[in-house]
């Protein structure tokens, strides 16, 4: 059973930093050709918006914009860890985020809806 834990999350004031982690269990990225794994968040009263993902064949890594510059995805392949490295945090990237995985390529709608998923981590910035 493939299970995806998120880490990480925490309190901290605008222009902290944060370093997110996504472990996976149960899946061997190796097995497959396409994987990609990302980050989506969501705050209150917000939409859900996806955030970046990589590609980890190639390790590939795409951004939205507001947080181009800022955060940075990296891999761990020894185990099997996904980090998002957050910098120079502001309020608006508040939320729950949730990582996902998906050995079908990095889509990011179809990353949301048909990937495995994990329960969360909750950042909050104060201003």
């Known amino acids: 059973q493939v299970k995806l834990v998120e880490s990480g999350g925490g309190s901290v004031q605008a222009g902290g930093s944060l370093r997110l982690s996504c472990a996976a269990s149960?899946?061997?990225?190796?097995?497959?050709?396409?994987?990609?794994v990302g980050w989506f968040r969501q705050a209150p009263g917000k939409e859900r918006e996806a955030v970046a993902s990589i590609f980890t064949r190639a390790n590939t890594t795409r951004y939205i914009d507001s947080v181009k510059g800022r955060f940075v995805l990296s891999r761990d392949s020894a185990e099997n860890t996904v980090y998002l490295q957050m910098t120079n945090l502001q309020p608006e990237d508040a939320g729950m985020y949730y990582c996902a995985l998906t050995p079908r390529g990095c889509n990011w709608q179809f990353l949301w809806d048909d990937g495995y998923r994990g329960p969360g981590t909750q950042v909050t910035v104060s201003s």
């Open positions: 149960g899946y061997v990225y190796s097995d497959h050709n396409l994987n990609c």
